[in-house]
């Protein structure tokens, strides 16, 4: 199980203006949310959408990226999301967007999500995420 440290109390406030569109409707989470494995993760901020995963023992972490081998306008890598790693299983999308650095995170199973909006495509996992997470609804709103 991951551990934050709380007592490192580096206050910064980050703005992400595409949660409220992405989570359209939060209805229920895990209680008291998770801290998520991050070692090795290849951005610093972990956006809202983003699949979550568990072993079933404790340990959650955001679902791993791919590199697409393209840059953005910046120069920065482009990623996709990966596949499910062996042993592991869908547990619910990422609230709200977080700082690897501070991953403390809060996992929605149930409610709406605006595929239109997130950062990572979800289509190539959709259908085995829906089986594992059927709370969680997929709609497209390019208006939101």
Do not use: W
């Amino acid at each position: 199980m991951a551990k934050l440290n709380l007592s490192a109390n580096n206050k910064k406030q980050i703005v992400f203006p595409k949660d409220g569109i992405i989570i359209q409707k939060f209805i229920a989470g895990i209680k008291g949310g998770r801290t998520l494995v991050v070692e090795g993760y290849p951005v610093t901020v972990i956006f809202s959408g983003t699949p979550v995963i568990t072993d079933g023992a404790g340990t959650y972490k955001p679902m791993p990226l791919v590199a697409k081998g393209t840059t953005d306008a910046d120069g920065n890598p482009e990623y996709e999301l990966g596949t499910l790693p062996q042993g592991y299983a869908y547990a619910g999308i990422l609230y709200k967007s977080i700082l690897a650095s501070k991953p403390a995170a809060s996992i929605m199973t149930i409610g709406q999500v605006n595929e239109a909006a997130l950062y990572y495509p979800i289509t190539s996992i959709k259908s085995a995420f829906l089986t594992a997470c059927p709370h969680i609804e997929f709609i497209n709103d390019e208006e939101a």
